[in-house]
């Protein structure tokens, strides 16, 4: 059974702080790997990883994939107050249609 | 640009009522249309997806149907609602199967 699994549940920082989250998959058809960021609602795409050892960047933001390893992981640098919410790691198929998420990372950025 | 809606944003319904939740998509065409639900605290679980009118995939049996009567018109319903159908029900679209999705804002869903 496909698996993609999120650590930590959830994490508590202070502003300022660079975060680390990680995600790991099994799944028997890859494509790619994608990032969401949810605040309140919807969720908000981020990043789409399909190669490995390629960074990818945006602000203070950044991603990496390794399919050797079947993981992928999130840096938050200087992070702020607007970066509390629940990151949501999918993996998808060469079709796309069917992405498997993770149950999230809660991100908590204290003041 | 493209633009996501989805309505009602909450909905409250007894056990054993119809349901009908809808979600339209502007400024593209022919996009790939997908329903997701979220439980509390849980990932996204894939509900429906549709790649064109008329065209409906189910990844989940249950009591859910999903319908695309217009081409950025997407329907999800039930004609009998059960207790746990309660839950965050997300629409998604995205150009096609190749590319990131794109989520509307969401209906919350309360059976009680």
């Known amino acids: 059974e496909d698996k993609v699994v999120q650590s930590p549940l959830s994490l508590v920082v202070h502003e300022g702080d660079t975060v680390t989250l990680n995600c790991s998959y099994e799944?028997?058809?890859?494509?790619?790997l994608l990032w969401y960021k949810q605040e309140k609602k919807a969720p908000t795409f981020l990043f789409m990883l399909?190669?490995?050892?390629i960074e990818k960047k945006s602000g203070r933001l950044s991603s990496i994939l390794d399919k050797k390893e079947l993981f992928s992981i999130l840096n938050i640098t200087a992070t702020q107050t607007g970066d509390s919410a629940v990151y949501l790691c999918?993996?998808?198929?060469?079709?796309?249609?069917?992405?498997?998420f993770g149950a999230g990372t809660r991100l908590t950025v204290k003041p | 640009s493209q633009t996501i809606h989805q309505w009602p944003a909450t909905l409250v319904q007894p056990v054993g009522s119809p349901l009908s939740l809808e979600c339209t998509v502007e400024?593209?065409?022919?996009?790939?249309l997908y329903w997701y639900r979220q439980a509390a605290g849980r990932g996204l679980q894939l509900l429906f997806y549709?790649?064109?009118?008329?065209?409906i995939s189910s990844e989940v049996p249950q009591n859910l149907s999903a319908s695309r009567p217009q081409d950025r018109q997407f329907i999800l319903s039930s004609k009998k609602l059960l207790l746990s159908d309660s839950g965050f029900y997300l629409c998604?679209?995205?150009?096609?199967?190749?590319?990131?999705?794109?989520f509307g804002p969401g209906t919350r869903l309360t059976v009680l």
């Open positions: 998604a679209w995205s150009m096609d199967s190749h590319n990131e999705q794109f």
């Open positions: 400024g593209t065409s022919n996009p790939n």
């Open positions: 549709s790649v064109g009118i008329g065209q």
């Open positions: 399909t190669s490995s050892g």
């Open positions: 799944v028997t058809n890859f494509r790619s």
């Open positions: 999918a993996v998808a198929p060469p079709d796309n249609n069917d992405m498997r």
